[in-house]
């Protein structure tokens, strides 16, 4: 048996999800399969979004709610024609009457609880499944539609809910043992011991696959979204970054604690207790490997990626005297506990005079507000300074479980930020060696994410920028001489050309990954007509 999650870009319109039943349909004539969707994009936005409408006391949220209702009605038109859609039909607007009346109440007292908001978010998921379900039916799948709050028991915890897993894998078990056909299931969404409709929080969809892999004990899970699998940087950042092909789950759960957004560390704990392996798969190019995620990896370097996180900021706490002395480390702590704070990165001097907590900008400071107050009186004597938050910073992080066999990985990380004057505030490795993480200024992390991906996964060259102001003979010339040069060029001195841009007298072209000289003697051409 495999389970397999569809995120809510993979079923946004009526083409993306004729992608997904193919490949379900492919998918069965393999093995059995457990198949999870998410809401249709951007759907569980704009629930929030209606009932802070609501709230507000704005009535232009009905408005919206019809819309909401027409996209769901017209999706099912799109996926069922006009046959056997009046169970469908009466569905939707079953669910979208709920809505209302939910609405309606949060308009009347204007307030939203947690548990509110759980319940408002859960009919994204219970839509765009039933729909799904009764299209795969349709196209001849035996389906059976399941919401998972009759399977999955969390705590009272609104908004991210804790799964019992124990009775949890048991209700599933018995669940599947009694019904046939393929099981559809809601993600995100759960259910208390007493009924109440909660949420698994982030990700949670992929976090329902988990929990349903690790029961029924399945060959395999496979998450496809619409990235190939996990890259070795944010594309967005790094053009030149690619897929990973495979991860271990130390590797995996690393880098997604340090910003990758393809995979979340709940969704991999239950599987990576029954050492499932986990596919990072494409909808959108259902052929790509993809990323392979398990417990253990044979290929690969000493780095699999940089990730980074943004909008940072670091707090000092120093002292000549008092850091030294037992119990205040433990103080800090207590303090950010209490105040449900937590940092991404701690480094501490040896001398034990000094340490620095980076923490995200919104809530470090509440953290200098917590931690003043808890040390008021040492500040006032002199014993401790008054705490530093120095703003406007972000973190990257190498990720690689065999960085511990390669006694060059710090050096060649600090060399390369260095090259590139790009300043460290903080740095910190973790005693397992999965990663080496600096802070770094924000302005500079786009720059940094580059420097040290070429460091890395591409130090074999050196690629050169090419930026060409004139375009007259002189530049066309150069231009031909470095195209027909270049593979000699790169054998002598291991330097590869790239053409970002090009600037005659009427504009500028740039391309972000560069530009091929047919691209650019084409680009003249046209200016020369143009002009």
């Not at 919401?147 to 809910?161: C, K, N, V």
């Not at 048991?170 to 208390?192: E, H, M, N, R, S």
């Not at 892999?213 to 060959?219: D, R, S, V």
């Not at 102001?469 to 060029?489: C, D, N, P, W, Y």
Request: proline letters at 3%; hydrophobic letters at 45%.
């Amino acid at each position: 048996m495999k389970v397999i999650k569809f995120g809510g870009s993979s079923v946004e319109n009526p083409n993306n999800i004729q992608q997904v039943f193919q490949i379900i349909q492919d998918q069965l004539q393999e093995s059995e399969l457990v198949v999870v969707f998410s809401a249709f994009g951007g759907v569980t936005e704009q629930l929030f979004a209606l009932a802070n409408l609501a709230k507000s006391g704005d009535l232009g949220y009905k408005k919206a709610l019809l819309a909401l209702e027409e996209r769901h009605l017209d999706m099912a038109n799109a996926l069922l024609g006009n046959e056997k859609r009046e169970k469908v039909d009466a569905f939707i607007r079953q669910r979208i009457q709920e809505l209302e009346d939910l609405y309606h109440g949060i308009y009347l007292i204007k307030e939203q609880s947690p548990r509110t908001l759980d319940y408002v978010a859960s009919f994204g998921e219970r839509l765009s499944t039933f729909i799904l379900s009764k299209a795969l039916a349709f196209r001849g799948i035996p389906t059976h539609f399941l919401d998972a709050r009759e399977i999955i028991r969390t705590d009272d915890r609104f908004g991210h809910a804790r799964v019992d897993e124990a009775e949890t894998s048991a209700l599933i078990q018995a669940y599947f043992a009694k019904q046939p056909g393929v099981k559809v299931v809601t993600g995100f969404i759960a259910a208390t011991a007493k009924g109440e409709t909660t949420t698994l929080g982030r990700s949670g969809s992929d976090y329902t696959a988990a929990l349903l892999a690790a029961a029924l004990h399945a060959e395999s899970l496979e998450i496809w979204t619409d990235v190939s699998g996990v890259l070795t940087c944010d594309p967005k950042m790094v053009y030149a970054a690619f897929t990973i092909p495979q991860l271990s789950y130390a590797e995996a759960m690393e880098l997604s604690h340090f910003g990758a957004k393809v995979i979340f560390p709940a969704t991999m704990q239950p599987a990576m207790k029954k050492n499932i392996p986990i596919h990072i798969k494409n909808t959108f190019e259902p052929q790509h490997p993809g990323t392979l995620i398990q417990g253990t990896v044979r290929q690969g370097g000493w780095i699999k990626g940089i990730s980074s996180r943004s909008n940072l900021s670091l707090l000092t706490l120093q002292s000549s005297e008092w850091m030294v002395a037992g119990g205040n480390l433990g103080r800090i702590f207590k303090v950010l506990s209490e105040a449900k704070l937590s940092s991404l990165l701690i480094s501490q001097a040896s001398s034990q005079h000094s340490i620095c907590l980076a923490m995200p900008a919104q809530e470090a400071v509440l953290a200098k507000e917590v931690i003043e107050q808890e040390f008021l009186h040492e500040i006032k004597s002199g014993e401790m300074d008054a705490v530093t938050l120095l703003p406007g910073l972000a973190l990257v992080a190498a990720v690689g479980e065999n960085m511990k066999h390669d006694p060059g990985t710090s050096g060649r990380m600090f060399r390369a930020l260095g090259q590139n004057n790009i300043n460290v505030a903080a740095i910190a490795q973790g005693s397992s060696e999965l990663n080496i993480s600096a802070i770094i200024p924000q302005a500079d992390l786009q720059k940094a994410l580059n420097a040290l991906h070429e460091a890395f996964f591409l130090s074999e060259n050196k690629v050169v920028h090419l930026f060409l102001v004139g375009t007259g003979l002189i530049g066309k010339a150069l231009l031909r001489m470095i195209a027909h040069q270049k593979e000699s060029f790169f054998e002598i001195t291991s330097w590869t050309f790239k053409s970002m841009a090009s600037q005659t007298a009427a504009t500028w072209l740039l391309m972000k990954t560069g530009l091929t000289l047919n691209i650019f003697l084409h680009f003249l051409r046209s200016m020369k007509k143009w002009s």
